[in-house]
């Protein structure tokens, strides 16, 4: 089992900035895909970003493309979601994802482990 660990959430105004961060709790041997979900209040779950286990492949939800930017740091899995330009439909909790067996850049929930998630929430 990995453990994730998501950080960066908090308040901010409509047209603001935040960086969530994820890594894993404990080291892994195995560099995972990893992307990033959503879940708004009485809405499903949806994918928002998505980068491959290399890094030389990324992915985004048309709602966010050119407003997000998902990169890996240099320590292994650990990801970061730049968050710009925000918006209130982007107030939910986001949660961080690695995909154990799929090198590449996946849309669907199909992911193996999961964060507890963090809360984003964008005032107007």
């Known amino acids: 089992q990995v453990r994730l660990v998501e950080s960066g959430g908090g308040l901010v105004q409509t047209g603001g900035s935040l960086r969530l961060s994820c890594a894993t709790a404990?080291?892994?041997?195995?560099?995972?895909?990893m992307g990033w979900f959503r879940q708004a209040p009485g809405k499903a779950r949806e994918f928002v970003a998505g980068i491959s286990w290399t890094g030389g492949s990324t992915d985004y939800a048309a709602s966010v493309k050119g407003r997000f930017a998902i990169s890996r740091g240099a320590v292994r899995n650990t990801v970061y979601l730049q968050m710009n330009s925000l918006k209130p439909e982007d107030t939910a909790v986001y949660y961080c994802a690695a995909d154990a067996v799929r090198p590449v850049v996946t849309t669907d929930n199909e992911y193996d482990f999961w964060g507890q998630g963090t809360q984003v929430t964008v005032s107007s």
């Open positions: 404990e080291r892994a041997d195995t560099t995972f895909a």
